[in-house]
């Protein structure tokens, strides 16, 4: 039985900025693409900050234009009918939360969010463990923070590698296509509740 909704961040919340970044650049230059992967690894443990991320990003790319208000985040950002989601999910009484590739900009901006609207019962990144996002010992230490089991959570992401990892611990996912095939899906989960 599902008690917990997961959702990935970047490719449901938001679009997925840094990905399309590192995709545009691969197609020009396989070896900055690297780099830049390697700056947001360190990003989301939380060993560099959101200004030396895209310090770095200006650096490796070659762009002379500042980067930051590319990836800079905002309240307004999330979506409309991401809230409306989630508030509805919490009224079937299940438990919502963000578990992702986030770093310091991230967590920040939905626990800003997280504070007026009380609305997520978890927020966790890489750096909230210390421990890459696809490893059984930040899953085990984000679950057990949750307080469901694998089997009792939905992950919500259009990450492949992100859904075949949550598989592979045993727990239900979905592929996010867009909001209204998700709150579909939801809908019959909600409705097949006990």
Do not use: W
């Amino acid at each position: 039985m599902i008690r917990a909704v997961i959702f990935d961040f970047y490719s449901v919340v938001i679009p997925d900025v840094f990905e399309n970044f590192e995709k545009e650049l691969l197609s020009k230059d396989e070896q900055s693409a690297s780099k830049i992967q390697k700056q947001l690894d360190d990003y989301f443990m939380g060993l560099s900050t959101f200004e030396y991320l895209t310090g770095a990003l200006e650096y490796i790319s070659g762009n002379e234009k500042s980067l930051t208000e590319n990836f800079k985040l905002f309240e307004s950002d999330i979506p409309e009918i991401f809230i409306k989601l989630v508030e509805a999910l919490h009224m079937h009484f299940l438990k919502v939360s963000i578990i992702a590739n986030i770093g310091e900009q991230e967590i920040s901006l939905l626990s800003n969010f997280n504070e007026q609207l009380k609305e997520f019962d978890l927020i966790a990144g890489p750096s909230t463990y210390g421990d890459p996002l696809l490893s059984e010992s930040f899953f085990k230490a984000a679950l057990k923070d949750l307080g469901e089991p694998p089997q009792n959570c939905l992950l919500i992401s259009g990450h492949q590698d992100y859904l075949n990892f949550a598989k592979q611990i045993s727990m239900n996912v979905y592929r996010f296509i867009d909001f209204n095939d998700v709150s579909r899906y939801l809908k019959l989960i909600v409705n097949s509740k006990p």
